[in-house]
């Protein structure tokens, strides 16, 4: 059965176990699955589909098995083609309860096995995700600015809108960097819009940080060296290691408390997406508990000499990073 994107809040998660998202709308898609999560507690399972046909049997192991302390079970399986189209005729065959499969896939056209059987079941939800229109990606952003309280023109609107090239995730992307950024102030200019979206137009700077966390040193270089930063980027990047370091802490807390990280990465909110879950896990054993504490000292300490010395800025946060990437744990 087919379901428009903008008709989800109708389906009902009681009746309906089986869905697949599809097409190349990523933001949106996104967003829809964070919203389908928030319908069960802890029992959200990952996989790929390359993963679950390499072990077939476990799969199905796990999904007859159940604990004690489980009620809803949700699977979501990345990354989908027409080769699963007979694993899900087979769970359905076996009348298997109380789960909820999410498949998602990139465009498929009218002819995929498994679109068509979605579409034709009427018990299954097929949701395409096509690409927003700029109407649609400029409302988004304004809506962003009413609820934060920020002022702002309608010609900074219109920017951060071209600039995400009709993707919602890129206008996503380009939100978040002005969420950092105005972390202490509700206002933002047309100036400083330039300047923050403008930043590394090869790579972005959640990919700077991440690297830098992971401790990539030659990456971390090569990132820095191929992008000019200015003296608006350097606060914008210290809040983000901010962020992100804030959010490994809190993982390394809870895997202190007798958890794997597999389970601190399940049970983490808000819930962290599953393109991210590898390289969060390199990060987490990079860093122990007492280096991230050490760490957060020193993210604040630089912010602060950032603001103190503006004009050599953009040096002392190189320096930051870069002595960052190559430090070892005790």
Known sequence: MIVKSFEFKKIDFRLNKYFLLYGENEGLKEE?????????????FRYDEKEIFENKENFFNGLITKSL??????????????????????????????????LISGILDKKSKIRNLFEKNKEMICIPFYP??????????????????????????????????????NLNNELN???????????IDLKKIIKLTNLAENYNVSELTDTCLTKNTKRTAKILNEN??????????????????????RLQEEISKNKNIEIAIKDFKPPIFWKDK?????????WTLSDLKKLMVEINDTELLLKKNSSNS?????DFILAKSTSISN
Do not use: P, W
């Open 32 to 44: 829809i699955i964070k919203k389908i999560e928030l319908n069960f507690s802890k029992n959200i």
């Open 69 to 102: 302390f489980e009620n809803q079970k949700l699977i979501i399986i990345n990354r989908t083609s027409d080769k699963i189209k007979t694993l899900i005729e087979e769970i359905v065959e076996k009348n298997i309860h109380d789960i909820t499969f999410i």
């Open 177 to 187: 960097k002005i969420d950092n950024y105005c972390a202490n102030n509700n206002k």
């Open 132 to 169: 927003d229109t700029s109407q649609t990606l400029n409302m988004i952003a304004n809506d962003y600015f009413k609820n934060k309280k920020i002022a702002t023109s309608q010609e900074v609107i219109n920017l951060i809108t071209e600039r995400a090239r009709g993707s919602r995730q």
């Open 228 to 249: 000019i930063l200015s003296v608006e980027d350097t606060i914008f990047i210290i809040r983000t290691f901010l962020s992100k370091t804030k959010r490994l802490l």
């Open 314 to 318: 953009i040096n002392i946060i190189s």
């Open 278 to 286: 590898d390289i969060i896990k390199e990060q987490i054993i990079k």
